[in-house]
């Protein structure tokens, strides 16, 4: 539901995390990585590629850094 409403209304989309996130908590189930990696650890927002989410990649050090364009947090994983 988050991706659906991203567009439209992005501060349901903060929502829809921040309940994902509590739920997961709540009753100590994992998040899956796959999921994990599309969530902004600072500003709670789902990431979409080229709409709030820049992705780059580094030789030098080996790595994908994905950038948040809403709040700027960068996380790196490696390749």
């Given at each position: 539901?988050?991706?659906?409403?991203?567009?439209?209304?992005?501060?349901?989309?903060?929502r829809y995390?921040e309940?994902?996130?509590?739920?997961?908590?709540?009753?100590?189930?994992?998040?899956?990585?796959?999921l994990k990696?599309?969530?902004?650890?600072k500003?709670?927002?789902?990431?979409?590629?080229?709409?709030?989410?820049?992705?780059?990649t580094?030789?030098?050090?080996?790595?994908?850094?994905?950038t948040?364009?809403?709040?700027?947090?960068?996380?790196?994983?490696?390749?």
């Amino acid at each position: 539901m988050a991706e659906s409403n991203l567009k439209k209304h992005p501060e349901r989309t903060r929502r829809y995390v921040e309940l994902a996130k509590r739920l997961s908590s709540k009753y100590n189930v994992s998040i899956p990585p796959e999921l994990k990696k599309r969530f902004c650890r600072k500003c709670d927002m789902f990431l979409v590629p080229g709409h709030n989410l820049s992705v780059r990649t580094d030789s030098k050090t080996k790595t994908i850094i994905y950038t948040c364009l809403e709040c700027g947090a960068k996380r790196r994983y490696g390749y």
